[in-house]
């Protein structure tokens, strides 16, 4: 049993370093979209909001496992990570229906 708690809280861990990663790669999208729209840099890759979209997806999707695992100490999480992982849905259903 230890063992499994062990790797439940490495879990999380590595889970917590990866949504807090995404967070910042977001914002690093949201700027390079932000410059590149507004001429102040050329790169092709951010001239659409495709970018943003693909990191807030990831993002909500590891947010949204985060707070699943975490469900089980805090029962109120689980809530979370419902709206994480539907807003995660309805962000690939965007992105799918080429809206960017």
Same mark, same amino acid.
């Given at each position: 049993? &230890?063992? =499994? ?9 590595? #889970?917590? %370093?990866?949504? $807090?990663?995404? #967070? ?10 932000? @410059?590149?729209?507004? %001429?102040?840099? &050329? ?19 590891? $947010? ?7 469900? =089980? =100490?805090?029962? %109120?999480?689980? =809530? ?8 995660? +849905?309805?962000? @690939?259903?965007?992105? +799918? %229906?080429?809206?960017?």
């Amino acid at each position: 049993m &230890d063992e =499994r708690n062990h790797r439940f809280e490495q879990a999380e861990k590595i #889970l917590g %370093s990866i949504g $807090w990663l995404m #967070l910042g790669v977001t914002i690093f999208a949201v700027i390079l979209t932000i @410059l590149t729209l507004n %001429s102040i840099t &050329d790169l092709p890759s951010f001239r659409n909001y495709l970018m943003v979209e693909l990191s807030v997806l990831v993002a909500l999707t590891v $947010w949204g496992v985060r707070f699943y695992l975490n469900s =089980r =100490r805090y029962p %109120s999480y689980f =809530r979370y990570s419902v709206f994480s992982l539907v807003f995660a +849905l309805i962000q @690939l259903i965007f992105i +799918l %229906s080429n809206v960017y």
